[in-house]
């Protein structure tokens, strides 16, 4: 399996997310926001947490008009699995890949903490290496977590069955606690929460490796 | 020719900084303030001068970037 790990000016999590799937059993080729091509063969791209061009205009909006931006967004188009962690997450809302939006915190606070998670389908190549309804322990530091969509896009999302987490003691305002959501075609997830920082035990978790372990292992048979 | 750019939050929209701007007014004594909303302002140099085509360019660059449609309107002044 092939993951292809972007860097933004700004990114700062993407060597955590890097690591994430070579412990899985990935092949990881890290690439950068000037380039224009997704390499040949690549299986799935992350887009990693941080604050890309320093969140400027909004979080997410320079970097998802990056030259990287619409090679993702082709990718996508062709079936291509992403997953969007954190900055990530904003980064593919703004490229009109996941519906919905992400706004400051309702507490107006930077929150940074371990969080409680369940896990609201396993319906998905990320999630259906967890029991269904398998609550799940991923850190959150983050100040524009606010998950905001309107009410249409609710029932749209909870009808086909994709929010992928929410959360347990909802820690930013998102409406109904999600912290996570789906592609229309189930490939593309992004959530607020961090899976890749709790993949060996000297993180003090292990709680996402069940996530990139799916990811490898059926990506790898694909 | 200039362009502004105004970018709000859509009605509707909960604006956690604008209430957090609101409640700070009440703590200074300014009584009576019912609602704070808190938007952008974008000044754009242009090399256009034709006011009509430019606004249309302007607001080709909110839809694609200067604002998130999905929870952001816009308006747009050419002077």
Redesign the interface.
């Known amino acids: 399996m092939k993951a292809a790990v972007i860097t933004f000016p700004g990114s700062n999590c993407d060597r955590d997310l890097a690591d994430a799937f070579e412990k899985a059993g990935a092949e990881v080729v890290r690439i950068w926001h000037k380039d224009t091509e997704i390499p040949a063969g690549t299986d799935v791209v992350g887009v990693p947490g941080g604050f890309s061009f320093g969140d400027y205009l909004r979080c997410g909006a320079i970097a998802s008009r990056s030259p990287i931006g619409q090679a993702v967004v082709d990718f996508a188009a062709k079936g291509g699995h992403v997953i969007g962690i954190c900055n990530g997450f904003q980064v593919l809302t703004e490229m009109g890949l996941l519906p919905g939006a992400l706004m400051r915190n309702a507490s107006l606070k930077f929150v940074c903490r371990p969080q409680k998670l369940a896990v609201a389908t396993t319906n998905s190549i990320f999630t259906e290496g967890y029991a269904a309804g398998a609550e799940v322990t991923y850190p959150i530091a983050h100040h524009d977590g606010n998950y905001v969509i309107d009410a249409e896009g609710l029932k749209r999302l909870e009808g086909e069955d994709r929010v992928a987490f929410r959360y347990i003691d909802n820690p930013n305002g998102s409406t109904a606690d999600i912290a996570g959501v789906l592609s229309e075609n189930r490939r593309v997830l992004g959530l607020m929460p961090h899976p890749e920082r709790v993949v060996e035990d000297r993180q003090g978790g292990t709680d996402g490796a069940a996530l990139f372990r799916a990811l490898s292992g059926m990506l790898a048979q694909a | 020719m200039k362009a502004r750019v105004h970018v709000m939050l859509k009605d509707g929209?909960?604006d956690?900084?604008g209430e957090?701007v609101r409640h700070a007014l009440g703590h200074l004594g300014f009584s009576g303030v019912e609602g704070v909303r808190q938007g952008k302002v974008i000044e754009l140099d242009l090399a256009a001068t034709d006011a009509a085509a430019a606004e249309a360019e302007v607001k080709a660059m909110c839809e694609?970037?200067?604002a998130?449609t999905?929870?952001e309107k816009y308006t747009v002044e050419i002077a």
């Open positions: 929209v909960l956690p900084q957090a694609k970037l200067l998130n999905v929870i």
